[in-house]
């Protein structure tokens, strides 16, 4: 039977496919915009009220978070990078909106979303030969081994992108996803992800449980939220090189009440390169 929290999970993955659909967003010249939009078709979004839900919230945060990822893709391609490794891909339309000669994507979500999002892809009229679907749980399944099965290239470089996904992982998994991705990352790689902050002298397990508390009920799909700090020591332990680590490129995400105070949650981005 399916969790609250899989329920959650689900919405927020739908909500974010829609919304980036409503977005001007830019495309390669072999990109395929009209198959992008195809393939969120019929993607309803569900609450846990059984009600679909209002992408309208979503859209304040996609706005600056969809441009960030789509510019990096393509400053990669334009710089001659050739392989695109998009984790917790769910229904991101960038391997068709950005397909280029030569570029290989790989889209790595969980089993029975890479299932529907193959189904969905084979029914549209456009090419996905140079899209690699795969399966993994990244809370069980090693992404370096995934991605070998696959025909990732560990010798040449990749530009990694994480957007959304490691707020959604237990930190054990987080340290596992990074470490797996260190192994496949040729110099000259680049990681990008979305990281949720707290404020420096928290306690990131108290926050974690604050929110699974105020915000769900205890069945919080959210686990990781730490300083700042935090995430640019646990990059730097896995081998990634945050560039201008002072400079923090952020937006608020939600705000949340510790010790009777309001406490800022903000979504962080983070661009490194192999070490």
């Known amino acids: 039977m399916t969790t609250q929290a899989e329920q959650t999970l689900t919405m927020i993955r739908e909500v974010c496919a829609l919304g980036r659909a409503e977005l001007d967003r830019p495309h390669t010249t072999e990109g395929d915009t009209a198959a992008a939009r195809a393939l969120v078709h019929g993607l309803r979004a569900i609450d846990l009220a059984g009600e679909p839900s209002d992408i309208s919230l979503s859209l304040e945060l996609l706005a600056p978070r969809a441009p960030y990822f789509d510019r990096l893709i393509l400053d990669a391609i ?8 998009n984790l917790g891909a769910g229904y991101d339309d960038r391997a068709l909106r950005f397909r280029h000669s030569g570029v290989r994507f790989f889209d790595l979500d969980l089993p029975d979303v890479i299932a529907d999002k193959a189904r969905r892809l084979q029914a549209l009229d456009t090419d996905i030969t140079h899209v690699a679907l795969v399966g993994a749980d990244f809370a069980t399944d090693h992404v370096g081994d995934a991605l070998a099965r696959a025909g990732h290239d560990a010798t040449r470089p990749t530009l990694f992108i ?17 470490a797996d991705v260190s192994g496949r990352g040729a110099p000259g790689s680049v990681l990008a992800l979305t990281t949720e902050v707290h404020p420096a002298g928290l306690d990131s ?3 974690v449980s604050t929110v699974d508390q105020v915000m769900f009920d205890g069945a919080s799909p959210l686990h990781s939220i730490r300083a700042r700090d935090t995430w640019l020591a646990l990059l730097n332990q896995h ?19 510790l010790d009777d105070k309001p406490v800022q949650i903000q979504t962080h981005f983070l661009t490194a390169t192999a070490g």
Request: proline share 4%.
């Open 239 to 257: 081998d990634w090189q945050v560039e201008n680590a002072t400079v923090a490129t952020a937006i608020d995400h939600f705000e949340l009440p």
């Open 78 to 85: 334009a710089a001659g990078t050739r392989q695109v490794v």
């Open 205 to 207: 397990a108290l926050v």
């Open 162 to 178: 994480a957007e959304h996904l490691v707020l959604f992982l237990q930190p054990r998994d987080v340290e596992r996803l990074l």
